[in-house]
């Protein structure tokens, strides 16, 4: 019997959508699904899902909660980690205070000033996390899904000694959108993706083995596919590659689409798909999710029958691969880079084609990214170097040269503007900060 532990097991969503993953194989219907959070009553929640899922199945699999992270990882031989570091209160300062000076965020979860901060205050709380999987379970593998999760990634695979990566959805999302953009059935679809996470792009996508770029740049010519996803449309047009994620996160990431108010209207608020680039969007969702989370709990928990279908998500897949029946699955991980990708900084964190079995993680030398490309990963993969070392050394000016160099940030406002801001953020953060005293 294997045993799959969640960190952070109150993120409910998530939870319920990878148990419910991991019990669709025959190697896991009889598993330990461990639920640890500190929250005791999102956790009673998740564990009223997961015996949901379980009697919904039939599956002999069981299902224990608790809020001792020890016991928790006692004989895991996965790890998920989901955890959210304090709360929207001061989520918020991540969002208000770079607007004060003119930088306007959509989401800040991944990097700039806000994506920054929140690695801060996120990493020694993950790193005590992984210090326990290291003294208890040391051969556990681990999956992380907080993020930002460049940051986070790089950060671990330097402090530890864990075989852990990091998983995001949004390679296989947008490899399935642009499949019903062309008419394609995503069985049919074949890609290889690179980059930096949030910032990773299509190198190669091919429909039954031929190239299916210009059939996307067809489809993107319709005003309806277009306006779908402006932003990211706009970078498909004018670099020749696809990126993975929405609009609004790459609105933010860049200096062309959020540094002027026209922009914002032009690129950043008709859009139709779920995540245009509106101001504070995600932070939005954080204070609607903090008043309405239980009822759409309860709503869920109500449904009389429900989908046990398997998701898009990574993490049961690899481990059915890992210690499950031991189908190797491939997928895109976030590892340091060790000359994979050559033209990104030796030993940052790249999200590249990855293949699991039961020997580990192999994973794929990509080589070269198009120069333009490149260019752009360069500076946000050196500025995501330099905020690890800042969080390593508690060095504040390894932080304000993170966000000097921020895209955004840059196109907005000076260099004294850059650091009083960060001097700002920095008091406004001090409570989760001990690492800067």
Known sequence: MKKITFIGAGSFDFTRELVRDILTYPAFQDARICLMDIDEERLSWSKRACEKLKAAGNYPAEIEATTDREKALEGADGVVITVLTAGPEIFRTDIEIPARYGVDICVGDTRGPAGIFRFLRTAPVLLEICRDIERICPEAYVLNYTNPMALNCRYLQEMTSLKITGLCHSVQHTAKMLADWIGADICDIDYTCAGINHQAFYLRYEWKGKDAYPLIRKAVESKEVYNEEQVRNQLFLHLGYYPTESSGHNSEY??????????????????????????????????????????????????????LSRGQEYAACIFNALFGDYTPFNFNGNVRNLGYIENLPYGCCVEVPVTVSEKGFEV?????????????????????????????????????HACLFDPLTASVLSMDEIQKMVDEMFEANKEYLPQFD
């Open 364 to 400: 794929h030398r990509v080589g070269k990214l198009p120069d333009q490309i490149a260019v752009m990963m360069h500076t946000s993969a050196s500025s995501e170097e330099l905020a690890v070392k800042g969080c390593i050394l508690g060095d504040r000016q390894a932080v304000y």
């Open 254 to 307: 860049y200096p062309w689409f959020r540094k002027r108010l026209d922009l914002l209207e032009k690129y950043c608020t008709h859009s139709t798909g779920w995540n245009p680039g509106e101001h504070a969007y995600i932070l939005k969702e954080y204070f609607r999710r903090s008043d309405e989370w239980k009822k759409d709990i309860q709503e869920w928990l109500g449904k009389e029958e429900i989908d």
